[in-house]
């Protein structure tokens, strides 16, 4: 019974240590997707002239690469629970998703490059492909919630 006791409560922590680090992911996972989103916003809004800061779009583009860089790295470990919106998918199929996680960030450097070199046409081309690999990833891997 005594040797009981201290194995029930360090059984207790760890499931209680895991919750938490499980938590931490998530969040910090959605902060990263919070990241990219808001980048996002910033450009879309600089290039549809919403906004008077064109001065701002190569640091917003510099940095949606640079956050895009991070997406498959903070999905590796798995982990869900109800405040996640990522699909268990993501880890069944690990290979597609890995590959349109590469597809944005391809769009995203191209994106990058295009606002370096000021080249209008290449920018809309480069940021039809951001939204296009962000799409195709949300509908295969993303709840609706």
Same mark, same amino acid.
């Given at each position: 019974?005594?040797?009981?006791?201290?194995? !029930?409560?360090? @059984? *207790?922590?760890?499931? @209680?240590?895991?919750?938490? /680090? /499980?938590?931490? !992911?998530?969040?910090?996972? #959605?902060?990263?997707?919070?990241?990219? +989103?808001?980048?996002? +916003?910033?450009? @879309? *809004?600089?290039?549809? +002239?919403?906004?008077?800061?064109?001065?701002?779009?190569? *640091?917003? /583009? #510099?940095?949606?690469?640079?956050?895009?860089?991070?997406?498959?790295t903070v999905f590796k470990e798995r982990a869900l629970d109800s405040k996640s919106t990522a699909k268990p998918e993501i880890w069944?199929?690990?290979?597609?998703?890995?590959?349109? /996680?590469? %597809?944005?960030?391809?769009?995203?450097?191209?994106?990058?490059?295009?606002? %370096?070199?000021?080249? #209008?046409?290449?920018?809309? @081309? *480069?940021? +039809?492909?951001?939204?296009?690999?962000?799409?195709?990833?949300?509908?295969?891997?993303?709840?609706?919630?």
């Open positions: 019974m005594r040797l009981l006791k201290p194995v !029930v409560l360090v @059984a *207790a922590l760890a499931v @209680a240590g895991s919750a938490w /680090a /499980a938590d931490a !992911v998530i969040k910090y996972r #959605q902060d990263q997707m919070r990241a990219l +989103g808001g980048h996002m +916003g910033s450009i @879309a *809004a600089i290039m549809k +002239g919403e906004v008077p800061h064109r001065d701002q779009l190569a *640091a917003h /583009a #510099q940095a949606l690469a640079a956050t895009a860089a991070f997406t498959e069944t199929d690990w290979e597609r998703f890995a590959k349109d /996680a590469k %597809a944005l960030k391809q769009a995203s450097d191209a994106f990058a490059e295009a606002v %370096a070199a000021n080249d #209008q046409r290449a920018m809309r @081309a *480069a940021m +039809g492909q951001v939204g296009r690999s962000c799409k195709s990833c949300h509908d295969a891997f993303k709840t609706k919630g």
